[in-house]
């Protein structure tokens, strides 16, 4: 068995719909478990929705979710003829779910909407999806994958919990492979022991798959993207980025550690733990080998380049010029896991702590707020932070020339430098 996923950026038109299908079919007589993300900029128009919503601006909640449905009844239309009104009525199963919400006042955390609303996206790509592959002749089963995937009520990066999931995949999905050759379903999302929806943080449609090839037992993982494989740095930022064939788990992980976008974060350890290999494969030329990720280690690497931008940086100072030492460091890290923060960069001195986050504004303040009762917070908001794995001094000048860099970490393998 093989487990498949699709990104936003492969079903992001009909046409493109089309030739996934296409690739789909090319496997013909082969079992497939198919994961689909959410149709490319929705989850950022869902977003969008959840931010009117939690705003109390009900009505701009309402107008900007009208425009997500209408692209996917659009969509909709052009896929799916013989069985339209049945798809149509799928889809409106989930509107309806939202706007049921969007009705009401928010009286939750932020982070609890963000995943009742996004997690549409991926529901209504796929319902789309499964209509047009059964109408083009390709055989196969939506399941919804809340009812397979449990997790806690961690909203927007919620954890697995495994043996529940493994068991509702043997008894309910697994079945399926004896009627049919393609199941198909949700990345990124799941759900509580109460029916709550829940996300596994932004790109988590990969480490879905990842779930799904480890408990099914795969023989083998393949995420298609619009690249020929996994390259050493954004080829839309980098014009000399280049190829990467292979990769181990070990230098996959880094590279999702420090923020590459290419793998979610997650995604390798369930794979590592069963040796699954993880294909990258261009869904724009399918004939193409990509990049496979495995046990192999990985030798001679280029420089891996990897930017992320809107970053801040928050310096704590002692308010009496105490030394800041185990003590303060060790609540300000319980401050993080209180607030599900995830520091990027953290450096201390004699007398203060440098911490570098994603600039995600409530997290900001409510860190901020909470930090001032020991320290003096000050905050410095658009910075970019560079990572070069397989460093040389050439390539690090290079990179930060013309910049000012507030803050350097290096080891032997990896150098990291804040920038402004």
């Not at 487990?3 to 030739?19: C, D, L, P």
């Not at 449905?69 to 798809?87: C, D, G, S």
């Not at 420089?303 to 303060?328: M, R, T």
Request: charged fraction near 25%; glycine fraction near 4%.
């Amino acid at each position: 068995m093989k487990v498949f996923k699709f990104g936003g950026a492969s079903i992001n038109s009909v046409e493109r719909m089309q030739h996934v299908a296409k690739i789909i079919a090319s496997f013909k007589g082969e079992k497939i478990f198919i994961i689909i993300s959410a149709m490319g900029k929705t989850t950022n128009a869902l977003e969008k929705v959840v931010d009117a919503f939690f705003d109390g601006r009900k009505d701009d909640a309402l107008q900007l979710f009208e425009q997500v449905k209408q692209q996917h009844l659009n969509t909709l239309k052009y896929l799916v003829t013989v069985n339209w009104q049945q798809a149509e009525n799928h889809l409106k199963d989930f509107f309806t779910e939202v706007e049921w919400l969007l009705h009401d006042k928010p009286v939750r955390d932020y982070d609890y909407y963000y995943d009742q609303v996004v997690c549409c996206g991926e529901l209504l790509s796929t319902a789309m999806m499964s209509a047009y592959l059964n109408e083009a002749g390709i055989q196969n089963k939506w399941i919804d994958v809340r009812d397979i995937v449990r997790t806690d009520d961690n909203f927007r990066d919620a954890g697995i919990d495994w043996d529940f999931t493994a068991q509702k995949v043997n008894s309910d999905v697994l079945p399926l492979f004896s009627e049919y050759d393609i199941v198909l379903t949700q990345g990124f999302i799941g759900a509580t022991d109460e029916n709550e929806s829940t996300t596994l943080g932004r790109e988590g449609s990969d480490y879905s798959a990842a779930i799904f090839a480890n408990l099914l037992n795969a023989e083998s993982q393949t995420i298609w993207k619009d690249v020929e494989g996994v390259m050493n740095a954004d080829p839309k930022e980098f014009k000399d980025a280049v190829f990467l064939s292979e990769l181990s788990y070990d230098e996959v992980i880094e590279m999702a550690y420090y923020g590459a976008q290419v793998i979610h974060p997650k995604t390798i350890k369930p794979l590592q733990n069963k040796n699954i290999p993880m294909h990258v494969r261009c869904f724009l030329k399918p004939d193409l080998p990509g990049t496979i990720i495995s046990a192999k280690p990985s030798h001679n690497l280029p420089p891996i380049i990897v930017v992320k931008e809107n970053q801040a940086l928050i310096k704590l100072e002692s308010k009496d010029f105490s030394f800041v030492g185990e003590h303060y460091v060790s609540d300000l890290y319980e401050l993080f896991a209180n607030l599900k923060i995830k520091p990027n960069l953290v450096q201390t001195g004699a007398i203060s702590i440098l911490c570098c986050l994603d600039d995600r504004q409530d997290k900001i303040e409510k860190l901020a707020l909470s930090a001032s009762e020991a320290f003096e917070v000050t905050v410095e908001k658009n910075l970019t932070l560079l990572t070069i794995r397989h460093y040389t001094r050439e390539k690090f000048d290079a990179l930060t020339n013309g910049k000012t860099i507030l803050l350097t970490q290096r080891t032997e393998e990896t150098i990291q430098a804040l920038l402004r």
